[in-house]
Each structure stands twice: as C-alpha cells, then as structure tokens.
Nanobody
Framework: VQLQASGGGLVQAGGSLRLSCAAS?????????MGWYRQRPGKQRELVAL???????NYADSVKGRFTISRDNAKDTVYLQMNSLKPEDTAVYYC????????????????WGGGTLVTVSS
C-alpha cells in the first residue's frame, strides 16, 4: 500500500490550496476512512479532517467552514480543499487511510503518506 500526497506549496493568507492523495492498493483491498492530519512547527500531529467510505465527514474545529474534504472512491483518492488559509495553517500535511488489504482482516490497518508542506504567509 502506498499513499501519494500532492498539492502543497506557498500561499498568501486568505488564499486557497487543494491537496490530493491517491492510495495504491490491490483489488482485494477495502479502504475505510481516509483523511488528513497535520503537524505544525513545534506541535504534535493533529487531525484535520476525516471522511468515511460512505461520505461522513469529521473536521477539526479550527478548520470547520474553511476546509472541505472529499473522496473519489473509484480513484481511491482523497482531497482537501483549503480556503481562507491562515498563517497558523502552516504545517506538514499527512495523508491517512485505514485499509483492509484482504477481506479476511477483521479490522483495517492505518497507513500514512509522506507529508506535503503547506506554508501560509501573512
């Protein structure tokens, strides 16, 4: 299993960025939750947003109303649309997915993609 994230970069405060993360899995795999975490300078990794396979979403309070998570199950891809970015959103953003690689697994396993840096200038 591989998670490949893209879309980070430098943006001014108030701007927008869209992150994408594609999961490479086998045909026997089932992807449960997908989402994004971030690690701000000097802070621990924290949840940004999660989306279940059926579309139910969960957001950190700090991003509600500004960020939107979505997924394309046919492409095994999760997106994070980030609007009204603030300097405090500066962080390395990590893609996450919970995946059952074979049907016999009772629970999925957590997988992480390499981080993508988002820098918001004031």
């Amino acid at each position: 299993v591989q998670l490949q994230a893209s879309g980070g970069g430098l943006v001014q405060a108030g701007g927008s960025l869209r992150l994408s993360c594609a999961a490479s899995t086998s045909i026997f795999s089932t992807i449960n939750d997908m989402g994004w975490y971030r690690q701000r300078p000097g802070k621990q990794r924290e949840l940004v947003a999660l989306i279940a396979s059926g579309g139910t979403t969960n957001y950190a309070d700090s991003v509600k109303g500004r960020f939107t998570i979505s997924r394309d199950n046919a492409k095994d891809t999760v997106y994070l649309q980030m609007n009204s970015l603030k300097p405090e959103d500066t962080a390395v953003y990590y893609c996450y997915a919970n995946i059952k690689t074979i049907p016999q697994m009772p629970f999925g396993k957590d997988y992480w993609g390499g981080g993508t840096l988002v820098t918001v200038s004031s």
